[in-house]
């Protein structure tokens, strides 16, 4: 998983067309034995994901989450975390900005979902990690290409 695959979907670098994805979709599991890094090796075959982290480095130089860029953000966003907490448990919050989701996995690793963040407005997914030495904790901006 390290070693760094690069590929993602809507049209983003090395990216499948959201067609292709809809065409080709993967089969999530939805056991409850999932875990961060099964679930991230499922979501590295439609994102970008290297040396443990999904996307790019931010391009703002003080600015922590990274960035997935995308032609749809809302769709991509939602596939993101919808791989990532496959086989959660998953509970409903206010964001503030609308509903959020949580998932928390069998391995107690987090993954939350916010439909528009405070910073910029686009969707973020954090991943919470436990137990894994594949995945990094971090979050996540889902941008539109051509907003970078």
């Keep these: 998983m390290g070693a760094g695959f690069h590929g993602g979907i ?5 990216a499948q067309s959201m067609s ?3 065409k080709n979709s993967i089969k999530i599991k939805s ?7 099964s679930n991230a090796n499922e979501a590295a075959k439609l994102f ?4 443990g982290l999904f996307g790019i480095k931010n391009r703002k130089p003080k600015s922590k989450p990274r960035e997935i860029i ?4 809302k769709t991509s966003a939602s596939i993101f975390f919808n791989t990532l907490a496959a086989g959660g448990k998953k509970e409903t919050f206010d964001t503030g900005h609308g509903k959020g989701i949580k998932a928390t996995l069998l391995d ?3 993954i939350t979902y916010r439909p528009i ?3 910029n407005g686009s969707p973020a997914v954090e991943i919470v990690v436990s137990g894994s030495k594949n995945v990094k904790a971090k979050k996540y901006h889902i ?3 051509g907003d970078r």
Aim: aromatic share 6%; no cysteine; net charge positive.
């Design 20 to 22: 292709f994805v809809k």
């Design 48 to 51: 970008k994901f290297k040396d």
């Design 31 to 37: 056991q409850s034995n999932n875990s961060i890094s």
């Design 143 to 145: 941008v539109k290409k």
């Design 70 to 73: 995308v032609s749809n953000p």
């Design 10 to 14: 809507n049209n983003s670098s090395g």
């Design 117 to 119: 963040t405070s910073s």
């Design 108 to 110: 107690k690793s987090i």
